[in-house]
């Protein structure tokens, strides 16, 4: 749900407020939630520079599975504070800023670091280019879908005698069924990763492609350790020095 925080900040908080019904730019309201979608925005960078300061401390799997921790719950919270009559902008604006904190912490430049990881030298460069366009596949996918999901999606229920024209109004402010799809879709995207992500932190390439090998006892005592950085005996791993061609350069230059 990142690309509906990013791209329809305004118009979810504007939900927040009761005033999604109201279409012009200039309505005090909708600046009022321009500027506060900036101000949430903020959250994101935070977290990235957080990532980058513990990436290599707390590792990848860890950073990744208290990300998606985070951002579930307050997807939860924030579908839930849609589904009051009344909405809540405070919470509204917490939920958003720390599913937006929470996702910079992990799920923003994870999977991008554990990407670049995984792949043997030879398929590298492919892989890394069908998982950049499936991400931004789904992305556009997201961003099309989600106003039409907000409207549709809505669990809120009004009095039987509210006009037509007012039950729309109501809707708009009320998109509370698609962000609990979101913290759904989050939740089973972080019981995956909890069995089949192992630990990366800290190991050479060779040892992180062993890790992916289905063949191999290591990826079967990582599993069974819980996704442990340890490892022991990984078949790529040589063990004897591989010769230098230094010194045939060296003799080419002397001669």
């Given at each position: 749900?990142?690309?509906t925080m990013?791209?329809?900040s305004?118009?979810?908080?504007?939900?927040?407020?009761?005033?999604?019904?109201k279409?012009?730019?200039?309505?005090?309201?909708?600046?009022?939630?321009?500027c506060?979608?900036?101000i949430?925005?903020t959250?994101?960078l935070?977290?990235?520079?957080l990532?980058m300061c513990?990436v290599e401390?707390?590792?990848?799997r860890?950073l990744?599975?208290?990300?998606?921790?985070?951002?579930?719950v307050?997807?939860?919270v924030l579908?839930?504070a849609?589904?009051?009559p009344?909405?809540n902008?405070l919470?509204?604006?917490a939920?958003?800023?720390?599913?937006?904190?929470?996702?910079g912490?992990?799920?923003?430049?994870?999977p991008?670091?554990v990407?670049?990881e995984?792949?043997p030298v030879?398929?590298?460069?492919?892989?890394?280019?069908?998982?950049?366009?499936v991400?931004w596949?789904m992305?556009?996918?997201?961003?099309?879908?989600?106003?039409?999901?907000?409207?549709?999606?809505?669990?809120?229920?009004?009095?039987?005698?509210l006009p037509?024209?007012?039950?729309e109004?109501?809707?708009?402010?009320?998109p509370?069924?698609v962000?609990?799809?979101?913290s759904?879709?989050?939740?089973?995207?972080?019981i995956?990763?909890w069995?089949?992500m192992p630990?990366?932190?800290?190991?050479t390439?060779e040892?992180t492609?062993?890790?992916f090998?289905?063949q191999n006892?290591?990826?079967r005592?990582?599993?069974?350790d819980?996704?442990?950085a340890?490892?022991?005996?990984?078949?790529n791993?040589?063990?004897?020095?591989?010769?230098?061609?230094a010194?045939?350069?060296a003799?080419?230059?002397?001669?």
């Amino acid at each position: 749900g990142i690309n509906t925080m990013m791209c329809y900040s305004a118009n979810i908080l504007q939900s927040g407020n009761g005033s999604a019904q109201k279409e012009n730019p200039l309505h005090p309201d909708a600046i009022k939630a321009i500027c506060l979608s900036a101000i949430t925005a903020t959250a994101n960078l935070i977290g990235n520079l957080l990532a980058m300061c513990f990436v290599e401390r707390c590792g990848r799997r860890v950073l990744m599975l208290g990300s998606l921790s985070g951002a579930c719950v307050s997807l939860f919270v924030l579908g839930f504070a849609f589904h009051t009559p009344h909405g809540n902008e405070l919470v509204v604006v917490a939920s958003m800023m720390t599913f937006l904190l929470s996702y910079g912490c992990g799920l923003a430049p994870m999977p991008w670091t554990v990407n670049a990881e995984i792949y043997p030298v030879y398929a590298r460069s492919i892989c890394v280019s069908i998982a950049t366009g499936v991400n931004w596949t789904m992305n556009v996918i997201v961003s099309l879908t989600f106003l039409y999901l907000g409207e549709n999606m809505s669990t809120y229920r009004w009095k039987d005698d509210l006009p037509m024209e007012d039950r729309e109004k109501e809707i708009k402010n009320h998109p509370d069924g698609v962000f609990w799809l979101y913290s759904v879709l989050t939740a089973l995207c972080g019981i995956w990763l909890w069995f089949k992500m192992p630990e990366t932190q800290g190991l050479t390439l060779e040892e992180t492609i062993d890790q992916f090998d289905s063949q191999n006892p290591v990826l079967r005592q990582n599993a069974a350790d819980g996704g442990s950085a340890e490892v022991v005996g990984c078949s790529n791993v040589a063990a004897t020095p591989v010769p230098s061609s230094a010194p045939r350069v060296a003799s080419a230059v002397g001669s």
